[in-house]
C-alpha cells in the first residue's frame, strides 16, 4: 500500500488497490454476490465469513478510497448519511461537537434529531473564521465535523489551522470531503482524522447508486469503526460497491471536464445583469479562493448563485431544458436545486437566512455536458 502512494492520483483511480484480480486475471474486481462463506474447518476461515462483516467487492473499495484519501482504513455504507451515522457513533451522552454552519440539510437532521436524543450537543458556527471557532470550544468539545467548501455557500475553512486546534484540544476533526473528493483535497495529508463521503455523488458520479464512505487516518479508530460498521450492519452491497468502485475509474477525466465547465458558468453568471451574487471558490473574488488553492488541487464543480428578482426562481427550475431540476449532485448530468425547500428544508427559515440560504439562492452541479450548452440553457431559462 506505501508504495501504491507514490503513484500519481490519476492512475490510482483506474487501477485502485490491486488493478486485476489475481486468481482469474480479471480486469474488472468481480462482484462477490454471496451472503456467506464456506469454511474449511473449526476455526478456520478464507477470511471471509459473511458479507455484513466483509466481502471481497467491498473490501476492493474500502482499500481503493483507503488509498486514495491516504488513510489507513475505508469502510463503505449504504449511503452517505449511513456513514455520517457511524461516525457520529463515536459519541456519547454530554459530548460536544463543532459543527459547520452552512451543512448538508440531511446531516444537520441526523444531528438535530437523532445526536441530541443521545444527549450529544451541537454547536453550529462558521468554522472558517477562527474566532467563532475558539468561541465556540468548551470542556466537554470532542470534534469538529466540518464540509469545505460548505454546502450550499461553498465557504472555505482551513483544514490545516483546524486540525492543530483539534490536536491541541484532543479532540477530532471530521472532513465531510464529498464536494472535491480525494482527486481534488486530501484532508487527512492536512491532519485530519477522518472523512466521510457521499460516495452517491463525486465518486459514483453518474446518479445511479447510494453510497457512503468514511476513511480513517489511525489504526486506533479502526476498532471502533469496524464494530459500528458490522453491527449496525448498513454496508454497501456488493454490486454497488462495483458501481462505485466502475465510477471512480473515471473520476479524474469527469472532474477535470466538470470544474472546467464550472469556471466557464461561474464567469459568465458573474457578469450577468440577472445574477445578484455567485458562490463559486474558482473566481477570484470569492473570499476563500487563496485558502482554498493552497490546500485543494482545484474548487470543483459545485456552483451557487443568488438571482435578483425571486420571480426568476421558478421560471428557472421549470424552464431549463439541459440542466435537469432534481436533487443529488457530481454526477455527469448537469442538475440544479433550489436549497431552501430541497436539500436545507430541515433547517429552521430564520437560520437559513442568515446563512444566505435565501429563497432566491439555487445551486448547480455541473456536469460534464458542453459548456456552451449549458450557459444557453440557464440564458434562455433565465428569461
Ligand atoms: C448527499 C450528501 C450527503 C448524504 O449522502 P447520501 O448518499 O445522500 O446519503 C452528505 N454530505 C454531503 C455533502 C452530501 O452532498
Redesign the pocket.
Known sequence: MSEKRKIPMDTLLVHGQSSFEERTGAVSVPIYQSATFRHPGLHESTGYDYSRLRNPTRDELENTIALLEGGRRGFAFS??????SAALSLFGRGDHLIVSEDL?G??YRLFEEFGRKSGLEFSYVDTGDRSEVENSLRENSRAFFI?TPT?PLMKITDLKYLSSLAKDRNMLLIV?N??LTPYLQRPLALGADMV??????YLGGHNDT???LLVIRGEDLAEPMELVQKTTGAVLSPFDSWLILRGMKTLGVRLARQEENALRIARWLEGDSRVDRVFYPGLPGHDGYELNRSQADGAGAMISFSVKDRAMVERILRKVEIILFAE???GVESLITYPAVQ?HAAIPEEIRNRLGVTDTLLRLSVGIEAAEDLIRDLDRAMG
Open positions: 449511503s452517505g448519511m449511513a456513514a455520517v448538508y440531511g446531516t464540509e454546502n465531510d464529498t464536494f466521510v463521503h457521499s460516495g452517491t455523488k447510494l453510497a457512503g443529488s449532485l457530481g436539500t
